[in-house]
Structure formats: C-alpha cells, structure tokens
C-alpha cells in the first residue's frame, strides 16, 4: 500500500498534502537497535505502511531488520513512541554511531521490489535490562555515554579547579559570604 503517488492522484487536496511531503527531507529512520529484535509495534501505528521488511538475499547487505521508506513515511512520528527498542530516530537526530542506518533506509528507494510492507506481529515487549544489552551490543550503550561525557568535560573543565571547588565547603564556593560569615 503506502502513500499514493502524485500521478496516481487527481488534482484536489489530496495531491497538495502528497506533494508536501514529497518535499519533506526529515523521515523517520530505522536503526541497527531493530535487529533481530524485529517488534512490529511501530507498523500497527503507520498510517501510510511505509515501513518494510527485506525479502531479498543479500542478507550482510540489509540485515534482519525494519525500514522505513523515506518517501512514503509523512513524517508523522507515530512509530517512535510505539518502538520498545528505542530503534527509531528522525533523521537528523540519528545518532552518529548510527549514520550508515539513514543509508539503509533510503535503500528501498532503489531495491522497492525486495522490500514488503512488514506485518503486525504482537510481541512481548522487551524488560528495561534487555533493551540496554541492545544497546551495548549495537554501541550506543551506557559506557559509550559515560565516555563521550567523561572527555566532554575533561576537554572543559580544568581538573585541578574542579577537584579545589569540590573539597571547599559550599559556602567558600561561591561570591556570596556565609551566614555566619555575615555576623
């Protein structure tokens, strides 16, 4: 099924909303957080089944993944929330570890006749435990945020001040005299 294309429609509203979002460059991205995990949550929620499954053989090429096809998805939002694997992102909130994923999608714009709109399949939703193992596996674990944070404020903050401010009462932190200073 999918959004009709523009000559397939006649000219009147319709054509006017299609033509719009044609124009949009922000869809909706499937990452690698979907693979073999494969929750079909965010297909009961597309409104214009825009998002896909590999039949094809190159298997190395597109894993066992969801994709969304980038010109039919209205960008509506409506499959994020629905994802318990936190594998959907707008495009360009993709996170950097995840950038080779936008190009996947948009891979079912050349190969459309290897992809099927995917069905909804009810599952059980993953624990909080085996969507942050996910998330290790795939890289974008808690140690990758801890890391990124670590250098963050290494590069920003002078170590020897920080450890100066933090060994001082509050009081001598700041400007401002203490209450029994003030006496």
């Given at each position: 099924?999918?959004?009709?294309?523009?000559?397939?429609l006649r000219p009147?509203?319709q054509l006017?909303?299609i033509a719009?979002v044609?124009?949009?460059?922000?869809?909706?991205t499937?990452t690698r957080l979907?693979?073999?995990c494969l929750?079909?949550g965010?297909v009961?929620v597309?409104?214009?089944?825009c998002?896909?499954?590999?039949?094809?053989?190159?298997?190395a090429?597109?894993?066992n993944q969801?994709?969304?096809?980038?010109?039919?998805?209205?960008d509506c939002?409506?499959?994020?929330?629905?994802c318990?694997?936190?594998a959907?992102?707008?495009?360009?909130a993709?996170?950097?570890?995840?950038?080779?994923?936008?190009?996947l999608?948009?891979?079912?714009?050349?190969?459309?006749?290897q992809?099927?709109?995917?069905?909804?399949?009810?599952?059980?939703h993953?624990s909080?435990e085996?969507i942050?193992a996910?998330k290790v596996?795939?890289?974008?674990?808690p140690e990758?945020?801890v890391?990124?944070m670590s250098k963050?404020?290494a590069?920003?903050?002078d170590?020897?001040?920080?450890?100066?401010a933090?060994?001082?009462p509050?009081h001598e932190?700041?400007s401002?005299p203490?209450?029994?200073?003030?006496?």
């Amino acid at each position: 099924m999918g959004v009709p294309r523009s000559s397939e429609l006649r000219p009147g509203p319709q054509l006017r909303i299609i033509a719009k979002v044609e124009d949009q460059q922000m869809p909706w991205t499937i990452t690698r957080l979907c693979r073999d995990c494969l929750d079909t949550g965010c297909v009961s929620v597309c409104p214009v089944d825009c998002i896909y499954e590999y039949t094809g053989d190159d298997k190395a090429k597109f894993p066992n993944q969801l994709y969304i096809h980038p010109d039919e998805c209205i960008d509506c939002g409506a499959c994020e929330p629905e994802c318990p694997w936190q594998a959907i992102f707008e495009e360009s909130a993709v996170p950097e570890i995840f950038k080779d994923d936008i190009a996947l999608n948009h891979a079912t714009l050349e190969m459309h006749d290897q992809f099927k709109v995917a069905l909804f399949q009810k599952k059980e939703h993953p624990s909080p435990e085996q969507i942050a193992a996910n998330k290790v596996k795939s890289g974008h674990g808690p140690e990758r945020v801890v890391s990124a944070m670590s250098k963050i404020l290494a590069q920003s903050i002078d170590e020897g001040a920080l450890m100066e401010a933090c060994s001082k009462p509050r009081h001598e932190q700041c400007s401002t005299p203490s209450p029994k200073a003030r006496r």
